[in-house]
């Protein structure tokens, strides 16, 4: 049966016994361990532990069996303390900041950390599938900033499912769904056995109260009793093994119930026919050592026939390799034995061949089971060690996904950096099409707000309508996973080409003119695109197959080709900026000394020339610049240059900004620029007060046109501001 555990101590007025629990729970421990301890114990009891949990049990005597269970797995003492202390936070009257003024920082974080896990956990809805049962259970672990919050949760709900047996049928029910579904499995990836199998057997109990009791009396001994019988059997296999110099460690398992029924319903057999109700498992140093402990084993009692499978000689799909046999033990009791190396054990349990994955026939997820790997190894720590919940560690327990919630408690599994919009999109392409809006946790946010675990999305869309080009703009952040990017092409190539020529034309004339450029430099490029002539271009970026960043970008890499008379001279600084390895590419001349012009400031990915000065070298000048435009009697001074090879190096840019003017608005604008790490070195501004209109011209260092394109338009979103755009010559 599931109950393995005595009652907590109680006085002679049948209270608890305070002093005695804290003994025998703190029995490994020092001392000031204990005090510690004694002290969340007392805490639990003034501030509200007479209150009941919703299992009618007190949040004093609920906490106590709850850090009873989970001292088994020997935490340590801030986790086993918090474990006392989160049901009077949860359903008393103690407070987190109460018990970060009497026990610290670190306790506190703890029981907030069970808090919102259990705030999670309310929030979805049981569901009857398999993936979003699977989804519950990764949000569970995303949310989570410290792994030692999962085990006090665990021991929570154990310690629930005890209390429960006298409770109303459809509270058990609720209760033993959810440890069936949701922590049952999360123990089991954690290798927690004696966790995992305690809830096994609650909710099986409750959910199937006539099978489980048939198999009870079918068993016909007491869990006790079992275990005791498999210490005995380990005790004759030590022995037996040490006589033969075999380096081995040897553990054992009594198969519980519910795995029990399991069994015999998935291959259709009758109890009499499971022969690893009681199992044990020997690992070992290599491969010979393990056929060694066989011939053990086979000598020491007889072996079951048909029930041998060498899983080494022949692995299972999914890499699992170890030996498996049944004989007929002491007292003709039947007896499993595994054996594998310790290397097998170890690719079995973390990863390779994980026993989770076979046996929920699951295919492996390698990040996911990477913290999955993080969490059994902080078990394996022996209670001496301090867990340090550090940076580090909680940067490797990251996921690359988010797990949000639907508005009915079901759970959609995204990409880490997702939007409202990849939301949408991910439930149903209609919906992302409609989208007009998006309410995270009942408050309204932009489009492209980044998603984090546990959140709650509701979608506020419109009757008709279509997305937004805006929507395929990368420096904007609106969509951040591939499905949704390719359902808006998808929608837009489905519209008219004439509608998508004048589309794409009008957001490819508007980018370039922020940027100062002009039609004239893609016509080199339309063979890159496939593209006939200008029209085909304007439909792709209409139709979202083609990028505006695409073609900025081989307009600032078309210079970067040079044939092999080309020679690269080194650019001076000019205004202090940082261009000490800059190279501009001179055709058909030795090294010149060249400065780039004052009056249009090129940058990398412009089209540019160079103007033969009077000892000064060559100045190098944007193509469009009306400086040079204006020298055409001077032709023949006139000189084809090239970017050099591309360095990470500040070139000078003004931009002109024009907003409704408000409070603020200066601060706003050069906080945008310092996000994106953009260097200001010269501000200028001026109101017109009839219309209230403020323009502001700012002097910036950027190192190329993507990023003064993405900078532009993170202006452009600033609130009240009308137009962002690049300076040219006047």
């Known amino acids: 049966m599931v109950k393995v555990r005595d009652d907590l101590p109680k006085t002679q007025d049948g209270s608890i016994d305070i002093e005695k629990w804290v003994e025998r729970v703190g029995e490994n421990y020092p001392e000031e361990h204990k005090a510690l301890l004694r002290q969340a114990v007392y805490l639990n009891l003034e501030n509200g532990g007479h209150h009941l949990t919703p299992v009618n049990e007190s949040c004093l005597k609920q906490g106590l069996t709850a850090a009873e269970i989970l001292s088994a797995l020997k935490p340590d003492i801030d986790t086993l303390v918090a474990c006392v202390l989160y049901f009077p936070v949860d359903f008393g009257e103690l407070t987190v900041e109460h018990i970060q003024e009497a026990l610290g920082k670190q306790v506190a974080s703890l029981v907030e950390g069970v808090s919102k896990l259990s705030y999670h956990s309310a929030k979805a809805s049981i569901s009857q599938t398999d993936e979003q049962r699977d989804n519950l259970r990764k949000m569970l672990l995303a949310v989570v900033e410290d792994v030692r919050v999962v085990l006090i949760k665990l021991a929570e709900k154990i310690s629930a499912l005890r209390a429960v047996n006298n409770l109303d049928r459809l509270v058990k029910l609720d209760l033993a769904l959810e440890a069936r579904d949701i922590y049952s499995p999360l123990a089991n990836r954690l290798g927690i056995g004696q966790i995992k199998w305690e809830l096994e057997d609650f909710a099986f109990r409750y959910l199937e109260p006539v099978a489980y009791k048939n198999i009870a009396k079918l068993l016909d001994e007491k869990r006790l009793d079992r275990e005791i019988y498999i210490e005995k059997l380990l005790g004759i296999i030590r022995e037996a ?85 049944a004989v007929i033990g002491p007292e003709g009791k039947t007896v499993e034995v595994q054996i594998r190396t310790f290397k097998m054990h170890d690719e079995a349990e973390l990863g390779v061949a994980a026993h989770w994955i076979y046996k929920e026939g699951k295919k492996q997820e390698s990040n996911y089971q990477h913290k999955i790997n993080s969490l059994r190894n902080i078990l394996e720590w022996s209670a001496e060690q301090e867990f340090e919940s550090d940076v580090a560690l909680k940067q490797e327990l990251s996921e690359d996904r988010v797990y949000i919630f639907t508005p009915k408690g079901e759970i959609i599994d995204l990409p880490l950096g997702a939007t409202p919009l990849d939301f949408a999109y991910h439930v149903h392409s209609d919906l992302g099409n409609r989208c007009r809006g998006a309410k995270i946790n009942g408050s309204i946010k932009p489009l492209n707000y980044i998603l984090n675990s546990g959140e709650q999305v509701e979608i506020i869309s419109s009757k008709t309508g279509g997305p937004s080009r805006d929507w395929l703009n990368p420096q904007l952040g609106y969509l951040n996973s591939a499905r949704a990017r390719s359902k808006v092409r998808s929608w837009f190539k489905r519209q008219a080409r004439e509608e998508n020529i004048i589309q794409g034309k009008e957001a490819l004339d508007r980018e370039l003119k922020r940027l100062h450029l002009d039609m004239a430099s893609i016509k080199p490029h339309l063979q890159k695109f496939q593209a006939r002539n200008m029209d085909d271009i304007f439909a792709g970026v209409g139709g979202g197959d083609i990028r505006v960043g695409q073609i900025l970008n081989l307009i600032q890499q078309h210079s970067l080709t040079n044939d092999s008379n080309d020679i690269p001279v080194s650019v001076s600084k000019i205004n202090n900026l940082k261009k000490k390895n800059t190279e501009v590419t001179i055709q058909g001349v030795g090294n010149l000394l060249c400065h780039f012009a004052k009056c249009c400031n090129p940058v990398p990915g412009d089209p540019i020339i160079g103007y033969i000065t009077i000892g000064r070298g060559v100045t190098i000048h944007r193509q469009d610049c009306l400086g040079v435009l204006e020298k055409e009697e001077e032709a023949h001074r006139l000189i084809q240059v090239n970017w050099g090879e591309f360095t990470k190096e500040l070139y000078l840019v003004d931009i002109y900004i024009e907003a409704y003017d408000r409070q603020g608005l200066l601060r706003d604008v050069t906080s945008t620029l310092s996000n994106e790490k953009i260097n200001v070195l010269a501000v200028n501004t001026r109101t017109n007060r009839e219309n209230n209109i403020a323009q502001l011209t700012l002097s910036i260092e950027i190192p190329d046109l993507d990023t003064l394109m993405t900078v532009l338009n993170k202006i452009l979103q600033i609130p009240n501001v009308l137009e962002a755009r690049r300076l040219g010559k006047q």
């Open 241 to 325: 093994l040490a006589k033969e110099d075999l380096n081995a460690h040897v553990i054992g398992r009594v198969k519980h119930i519910y795995s029990i029924w399991r069994k015999m319903i998935r291959k259709n057999i009758a109890f009499q026919d499971i022969y690893d109700v009681r199992a044990v498992r020997i690992m070992v140093d290599s491969v010979q050592d393990c056929y060694a402990a066989l011939g053990v084993i086979h000598g020491l009692w007889q072996y079951v026939p048909k029930e041998f499978d060498d899983y080494i000689a022949t692995p299972k799909e999914n890499g699992y390799r170890s030996l498996h046999t």
